[in-house]
């Protein structure tokens, strides 16, 4: 069934992914993660939903292009070999195809997310 052409984002309404995404590796203290994926579209190349985690460092490898809305926490992003960023509430960007480096979680949180899968 095709998706409608205007679909709203729920508020964490389908069951989480509660393990570690592919590319994601614990580097640091005892991180968890939830993902809720709440929109796939139709031709399988986007997905979109929610994503919370506990503090502590990931080191991550992306192999997708991911939009980020951060709702709520503190998380300082480092690339590999690059300068660190301090990313909260508020705050939205991009991560491109190929980064690489750490995500240490300050403070717990919680971010709308929209991965560009193909």
């Keep these: 069934m ?3 052409l205007f679909s709203k984002i729920g508020n964490k309404t389908v069951t989480p992914i509660e393990t570690d995404l592919d ?5 640091e203290g005892h991180p968890t993660m939830k ?3 709440e929109y796939t579209s139709d031709d399988k190349s986007m ?7 506990t503090p502590g ?3 991550a ?3 997708s292009w991911e939009f980020v809305h951060l709702i709520e926490g503190q998380i300082t992003i480092t690339p590999d070999g ?3 960023q301090q990313v909260g509430p508020g705050d939205a960007f991009m991560v491109e195809k190929g980064f ?3 995500w240490k979680i300050q403070q717990k949180a919680l971010k709308h997310f929209a991965i560009k899968l193909q």
């Design 2 to 4: 095709a998706n409608p």
């Design 23 to 27: 590319g994601w590796k614990k580097v």
């Design 35 to 37: 993902t809720w994926i």
């Design 47 to 53: 997905i979109s939903g929610w994503w919370e985690a």
């Design 57 to 59: 460092t990931y080191h």
């Design 61 to 63: 490898s992306y192999e």
């Design 82 to 84: 690059g300068s660190p």
């Design 100 to 102: 690489k480096g750490t």
